[in-house]
C-alpha cells in the first residue's frame, strides 16, 4: 500500500514519487518511506533527484532523519535491479552509518556524504528501490493487532520532513 499526500502523488506515475509504504507477507510486516530512481534519465517529475539534493543540502533533515533512524530501529535498504536486487543495508551507528553489503559479510561505516554519494553513483541504467524501514515478524504484528497503527504512524510522522522535502505539491488539494 502506497500512503501520500493527494497534492503530492499522482497514482499514473506512482514509481516517479516518494511515498510512504506499508508491505505485508508471509514473514510480517514493513512500513516506511520508499522512493525509487529509473534507469534512466530523469527529469523534475522524478522524485529522486530532490530527495537526494535535499538530503546533501539540509542538515537539520539529515539531523531529524539519523534521530529517527536511532530512535525507532529503523534501516535503509537499497535494491539495485540488475539481477542484484538487495545490494546493502544501512544502519545507524555510533558515528554514523553502517553500510552492509549484501554480497559479502563486510560493513563499512560512512557518514551522509559517503551515503548519497553511493546512492548518486547508481549507474544511470540500473533500477533503484530505496526504502528507509522497520519490520514487524508476523507474530509481533499479529499481538500488536489494532495498535499497530501507532507504530506505523509513529514511523510516518518522524519521516515526514523527509517525504515532504523530496514531493513538491504536483496540483491543487481541491481538485
Not at 514493513?30 to 543540502?57: A, C, Q, V
Not at 531529524?64 to 535498504?77: D, M, P, S
Not at 533500477?127 to 500488536?144: G, Q
Request: hydrophobic share 40%; glycine share 6%; with cysteine.
Amino acid at each position: 500500500v502506497h500512503i501520500a499526500q493527494p497534492s503530492r502523488y499522482d497514482p499514473k506515475a506512482k514509481w516517479q514519487q516518494a511515498k510512504f509504504v506499508f508491505q505485508v507477507n508471509p514473514e510480517g510486516a514493513t512500513y516506511g518511506f520508499y522512493i525509487e530512481k529509473n534507469e534512466g534519465p530523469m527529469d523534475d517529475t522524478w522524485d529522486w533527484p530532490r530527495f537526494l539534493s535535499s538530503l546533501e543540502r539540509d542538515g537539520q533533515l539529515r539531523t531529524q532523519v539519523g534521530a529517527a533512524l536511532r530512535q525507532l530501529g529503523l534501516h535503509w535498504e537499497v535494491y539495485v535491479w540488475d539481477d542484484r536486487g538487495l545490494v546493502a543495508q544501512v544502519r545507524a551507528s555510533p558515528s554514523g552509518f553502517l553500510w552492509e553489503w549484501e554480497s559479502d559479510a563486510e560493513s563499512e561505516d560512512i557518514q551522509w556524504p559517503g551515503f548519497t554519494d553511493r546512492l548518486r553513483a547508481i549507474e544511470a541504467d540500473k533500477w533503484c528501490d530505496l526504502y528507509l524501514c522497520t519490520f514487524l515478524s508476523k507474530e509481533d504484528a499479529i499481538a500488536a493487532g489494532l495498535d499497530i497503527v501507532k507504530a506505523v504512524t509513529e514511523v510516518y510522522r518522524a519521516l515526514l520532513p523527509l517525504y515532504e522535502a523530496s514531493t513538491p505539491r504536483r496540483h491543487s488539494e481541491s481538485g
